[in-house]
């Protein structure tokens, strides 16, 4: 099993940054893809950005360029920096793995979620 625990969320203005940090443990030697995903009320959760092992990255369109993904093995974490942010971010944000090299899908493992609002 493994075990991720997401950390960073919190209130900011538009415009404003935040980073999120997704720590894994448990049998965190099968893990490959890790990601993030968000879900806004009354909407299906949708990816944000997913990297692999490797460090290839995979971005949704409404986020290119403003936010980042990146990971750190050694420390089996994954980052999540937003930039610029806008309203429409505002949503509950999941850390998520998988052992697949894939970014399109997600991985079986979910963190509890942490909250994102952006105010105008």
């Known amino acids: 099993q493994v075990q991720l625990v997401e950390s960073g969320g919190g209130l900011v203005q538009a415009g404003g940054s935040l980073r999120l940090s997704c720590a894994a443990s448990?049998?965190?030697?099968?893990?490959?893809?890790m990601g993030w995903y968000r879900q806004a009320p009354g909407k299906q959760r949708q990816l944000v950005a997913a990297i692999t092992s490797g460090g290839r990255t995979n971005y949704a369109d409404s986020v290119k360029g403003r936010f980042t993904i990146s990971r750190d093995n050694v420390k089996h974490t994954v980052y999540l920096q937003m930039n610029i942010l806008k309203p429409e971010d505002t949503a509950v944000y999941y850390c998520n793995a998988g052992n697949a090299e894939v970014t399109a899908v997600p991985g079986d493992y979910w963190g509890q979620g942490t909250q994102v609002t952006v105010s105008s």
């Open positions: 448990g049998s965190i030697f099968s893990i490959n893809a």
